[in-house]
């Protein structure tokens, strides 16, 4: 209809109540790029975003757009091309352009990286109480796994009046998680005490997970994908009532609901509940729309399923649908040729 604005308002509105929702902040980012719209919250948006679920390709792109938008209007292109304003401004700007843009960088390379910590490390001696600097320069040693350095910023962070961000919590448990591949990545893989450490190591990570996980259900328990994020964790600990209470909840939320069925129905498998596994997997089939990898999977587990239960024919069936299509996809075709040798 031509209402630029409103659309531009109405994904604002959308993205406050859904800031996980990637598909939706990114269309809402788009169109702000497209419409010439006040970028600040879009950007913030993405930001958030990307702290929780780390890099993305998709939501870079997004921050490319909203970052090139602003160069525009910020730089004076704008106004150029409206005839107002002087390339002598587009000059002025140009090095502060270029430098923003390295900062919005979610994969800075390493020289850009070590510049910035450096001039974020001497601007911090004046501007000690800088909250947005204190975050950057800990998202940067991070980023070089310089994690106690990291973790000290954001708790200075979490002691000012900020302390509240919701985000700022997801951010210190994410470098901690981060912490723990770091140091599992260092182990040496010749060493005879390494799968000891390794497993310890895990174990650790999986606990402080878990620990940190259930203050954020218990601080917001109505948010389904904190239930989800829960669910798995428990069922990666072999919690299995735990996870399958989680997983039904977070059915509820529809951006969760088919992955929330998946990891049900093989909570359920675990439990040798197969009857009800088969019944949650058929459902999110018939819910899933498309053939993609999601539906591949969710077949692939009903083939499972069935096959676990000794319907061996039907469970050939779930296989050969895949097959038909993905020849390819794990090992359905080891599993139709058997059946077909068998004959």
């Known amino acids: 209809m031509e209402f630029p604005k ?28 497209e ?7 879009a950007e913030k948006a ?25 160069v525009m209007d910020e730089g004076g292109y704008g106004a ?31 020289d850009v990286a070590e510049r910035l910590i450096g001039e974020y490390e001497e601007r911090l001696h004046t501007e000690p ?22 973790l000290e910023l954001y708790q ?39 799968a000891e450490q390794a497993a310890k190591l895990t174990a650790e990570k999986l606990a402080f997970q878990l620990a940190e996980c259930q203050k954020r259900v218990e601080k917001y328990p109505t948010d389904l994908a904190i239930r989800f994020e829960m669910g798995v964790l428990y069922f990666q600990a072999g919690k299995i009532s735990e996870a399958i209470a989680e997983f039904q909840k977070a059915q509820g939320n529809p951006h969760k609901r088919l992955a929330a069925m ?22 999110a089939i018939k819910e899933k729309v498309g053939f993609d990898d999601e539906k591949k999977d969710l077949i692939y587990q009903l083939g ?6 000794g319907k061996k024919e039907e469970a050939v069936e779930q296989f050969k649908i895949i097959y038909e299509s993905d020849i390819s996809y794990k090992d359905v075709a080891a599993k139709v040729d058997a059946f077909y040798a068998a004959q």
Not at 35 to 41: E, I, W, Y
Not at 129 to 150: D, G, H, I
Not at 262 to 283: E, I, N, P, V
């Open 35 to 41: 419409t010439k719209g006040n970028a600040t919250v």
């Open 129 to 150: 109480n800088n909250l947005k600097l204190l975050r950057s320069l800990a998202e940067l040693y991070t980023q070089k796994n310089k994690f106690p350095e990291a």
């Open 262 to 283: 998946s990891y049900l129905a093989q909570s359920f498998a675990r439990r040798k509940m197969f009857d009800l596994a088969a019944r949650t997997l058929q459902t």
């Open 304 to 309: 499972c399923v069935l096959d676990g239960m």
């Open 46 to 70: 993405i930001e958030e975003l990307i702290r929780t679920v780390g890099y993305d390709t998709d939501l870079q792109q997004a921050q490319k757009n909203l970052s090139a938008h602003k």
């Open 156 to 194: 200075r962070i979490k002691g000012s009046e900020a302390g509240g961000d919701a985000t700022l919590d997801q951010a210190i448990a994410t470098t901690q998680v981060r912490q723990f591949d770091f140091q599992l990545a260092q182990l040496d893989a010749s060493a005879p005490e390494q």
């Open 6 to 33: 409103t659309a531009v308002l109405s994904l604002e509105t959308l993205v406050k109540h859904s800031p996980k929702d990637k598909a939706l902040v990114i269309e809402f980012a788009n169109l702000v790029a």
């Open 80 to 110: 150029l091309e409206s005839g107002e304003g002087s390339y002598r401004d587009i000059l002025r700007n140009k090095t502060e352009a270029v430098s923003l843009e390295q900062e919005k960088r979610v994969q800075k390379t390493e």
